[in-house]
């Protein structure tokens, strides 16, 4: 196993070991603390992040506005909030060692409002902001703004070209590193384009070396790539370290650590971990944000599955093969349907799937009555968590903060469920996040007899190459 040295990233010598930012209250200033206090890069997640009352107790995120965008700026406070607060308990546990970085997703709600808020309020604690999930065009002006250095999340040369040429050229001083988020390995929401096919993985390294091709015509030899996704044992990367090929490389790290004594997830979550099989996580296309997401295959997902099975197109009048009848709803409305359609939905009302739910596509999908009432419950309770939601149908952008198409109940409310599971809610019957190598936790000999290290052990760990 070749040596792993320092490597010079946001103005100073740290470790090539990136702790990745898990949002909605997973990743936290004590475990980014403790990273950062290690001698690499600690991040803590800026989404939803939690706020505490004075025994250290969380303050659960509840809403009281009467409308969409009373419960939005009710969103965008507790988010300020709670990421000044993690950025302090991060700076504190890291004792001035390493970095103390804050991930924020760009589709998320009020992005640039909640980001902005936290580095005022959190001025001097936190040394660079990470951040994906869109393109995050005016990431390189808030990171000049408040001085500190900014890591965008691509998945490909084309993506960060793109951000290169339309902004962050104009601040180039101030770019840390470049995060490749491999889009069929990397945990949480993926960049997959609409030319990638998810079911066909492409190799990270010959990616990787194309976005560095394209980073040194613009002068960023040195600056380093952060390789996320897949990566558990260092040595099983040894050909990438020091390789003068790809220059500068660090590694980041966002299952593992989920695996710790300072994660603050679950213990049923954790025990979860450690029984994965290969397979479990699936690269899945229900999330509200529109991107493919990779989490644990359990019941939560598993419903999801059947109810986008539990699907047929519709007409607004007889054409075509759309010749059977159908009412909708407690007026039944008629629309037409394929009369072997028909047929599917007799099937699905008599096993108890009776509530029909129109989409934004002319389909309907077939739910059962409890589950229709806990959809439409959500969809009136949207606070607006992303920037443009398709579950509910808000967006941000527009003035009545509709993006004008019908609430899609093929998907979920990703606040609600994310919530959920980041403070002790059922694992099965929730989103579950983790990378591909999770089933990894089983496998390692590292955890067995069910081993929790902490982040300190845990770093000592990768250091030694596993």
């Known amino acids: ?73 009710e969103l965008v406070a507790y ?36 980001l902005r808020g936290v580095l005022e309020g959190a001025k001097g604690l936190i040394n ?105 044992w260092l040595e099983e990367w040894e050909d990438w370290i020091d390789n003068p090929e790809l220059g500068p490389i660090a590694f980041q790290f966002g299952t593992r650590p989920l695996l710790t004594q300072e994660s603050p997830i679950s213990e049923a979550w954790k025990q979860r971990l450690l029984t994965l099989k290969p397979g479990d996580v699936l690269l899945q296309p229900f999330s509200p944000t529109g991107f493919y997401s990779s989490a644990v295959r359990n019941e939560f997902l598993q419903d999801l599955e059947a109810r986008n099975e539990r699907q047929v197109a ?18 039944k409305r008629l629309v037409w349907l394929a009369p072997g359609d028909l047929a599917r939905v007799n099937q699905w009302e008599a096993q108890g799937y009776t509530e029909a739910l129109r989409t934004p596509d002319n389909t309907l999908v077939f739910v059962t009555p409890e589950n229709a009432r806990e959809i439409l419950k959500d969809q009136t309770d949207c606070m607006g968590c992303l920037s443009h939601c398709r579950f509910s149908n808000w967006t941000q952008h527009a003035p009545d903060y509709s993006n004008g198409k019908k609430a899609d109940p093929r998907s979920f409310c990703i606040q609600k469920t994310l919530q959920d599971i980041a403070h002790d809610g059922a694992i099965e019957h929730n989103l579950m996040f983790a990378g591909h190598n999770a089933y990894r936790f089983g496998q390692d000999p590292f955890y067995s007899n069910g081993f929790i290290p902490s982040v300190k052990q845990l770093v000592e760990r990768i250091m030694s190459g596993r």
């Open 79 to 114: 988010g300020i909030s709670g990421g000044i607060t993690q950025a302090r308990e991060a700076y504190e546990r890291s004792n001035g060692q390493g970095r103390v970085h804050i991930n924020v997703l760009w589709e998320m709600g009020g992005a640039e409002r909640i």
């Open 314 to 331: 519709i007409s607004p009048e007889p054409v075509g093969e759309h010749t059977a009848e159908y009412g909708v709803g407690p007026r």
């Open 128 to 232: 660079g902001v990470t951040c994906g999930a869109g393109m995050p065009y005016k990431l390189a002006e808030i990171a000049r703004e408040f001085g500190v250095f900014y890591y965008p999340i691509v998945s490909s040369g084309r993506a960060f070209t793109a951000l290169w040429k339309r902004s962050y050229s104009k601040v180039s001083e101030l770019l840390g590193g470049v995060v490749y988020e491999d889009p069929w390995l990397a945990g949480g929401h993926n960049g997959l384009s609409n030319s990638e096919d998810p079911h066909k993985p492409e190799a990270p390294y010959d990616r990787v070396l194309k976005l560095r091709q394209q980073m040194r015509q613009f002068g960023l030899g040195e600056v380093p790539i952060i390789m996320a996704g897949g990566v558990w």
């Open 1 to 73: 196993m070749k040596a792993i040295n320092a490597i010079r990233m946001g103005g100073v010598d740290v470790l090539p070991l990136v702790e990745g930012g898990k949002g909605v209250a997973v990743s936290t200033g004590a475990s980014c603390g403790e990273w950062a206090g290690a001698g690499g890069v600690g991040t803590f997640s800026g989404v939803n992040a939690d706020s505490y009352d004075g025994d250290g107790n969380v303050i659960r995120q509840v809403y009281h506005g009467r409308t969409r965008r009373d419960r939005h700026e």
